[in-house]
T-cell receptor, first 117, second 120 residues
Framework: SQKIEQNSEALNIQEGKTATLTCNYTNYSPAYLQWYRQDPGRGPVFLLL?????KEKRKERLKVTFDTTLKQSLFHITASQPADSATYLC????????????????FGTGTLLAVQP | DTGVSQDPRHKITKRGQNVTFRCDPISEHNRLYWYRQTLGQGPEFLTY????????KSRLLSDRFSAERPKGSFSTLEIQRTEQGDSAMYLC??????????????????FGPGTRLTVL
């Protein structure tokens, strides 16, 4: 069956450390993968997108890697701050047979990150 | 505020009643999506519009659910004969871009704040 798995347990880290979140998928061939942040009671907010032919993408303190062989994406937040505390969701779009990708997003369950001051 | 808006933010209803939610996307966005999210889970795709055309529907969208986007702007999601299992956060998102095509990656989706539905 198709699955997108993220660590269900909360990740607790100390301020200033690097947070690393994992997203594993099975039985998908994603054209691209996205990471979103979601705060309680609010909709997800887009952070980064990485394509299947890209290994790494960076944006300020954020870094995403994408390994289509391992079927895994890693999301890193360097120099973490208490304001980074939130749930982080990975989402993929399955590739279409003729190329490109569908428009819908398939989300993982999310990982709650708590950064302690 | 020029973001995606949803109305109402909260809805409490009794089992068997019909409910309707509204989503106003970012004005220039031609794509509109509906997702459902239950506690501790990620959003689940329900349906998607390209302008006024409903291009894809999830198997999650039973015949009690119907979505419309009559003029290609705002959208409504109606649930008939609500059940307790329908209790969830209903999220709307919008984006800008062409239809799916080889080599094209859709743009990011902007989400609204959601409508929290509680069915008693």
């Amino acid at each position: 069956s198709q699955k997108i798995e993220q660590n269900s347990e909360a990740l607790n880290i100390q301020e200033g450390k690097t947070a690393t979140l994992t997203c594993n998928y099975t039985n998908y061939s994603p054209a691209y993968l996205q990471w979103y942040r979601q705060d309680p009671g609010r909709g997800p907010v887009f952070l980064l997108l990485i394509r299947e032919n890209e290994k790494e993408k960076r944006k300020e303190r954020l870094k995403v890697t994408f390994d289509t062989t391992l079927k895994q994406s890693l999301f890193h937040i360097t120099a973490s701050q208490p304001a980074d505390s939130a749930t982080y969701l990975c989402a993929l779009s399955p590739a279409l047979n003729y190329g490109g990708a569908t428009n819908k997003l398939i989300f993982g369950t999310g990982t709650l990150l708590a950064v302690q001051p | 505020d020029t973001g995606v808006s949803q109305d109402p933010r909260h809805k409490i209803t009794k089992r068997g009643q019909n409910v309707t939610f509204r989503c106003d996307p970012i004005s220039e966005h031609n794509r509109l999506y509906w997702y459902r999210q239950t506690l501790g889970q990620g959003p689940e795709f329900l349906t998607y519009f390209q302008n006024e055309a409903q291009l894809e529907k999830s198997r999650l969208l039973s015949d009690r659910f119907s979505a419309e986007r009559p003029k290609g702007s705002f959208s409504t999601l109606e649930i008939q004969r609500t059940e307790q299992g329908d209790s969830a956060m209903y999220l709307c998102a919008s984006s800008l871009g062409p239809p799916p095509a080889p080599g094209l990656i859709p743009n990011e989706q902007f989400f609204g704040p959601g409508t929290r539905l509680t069915v008693l």
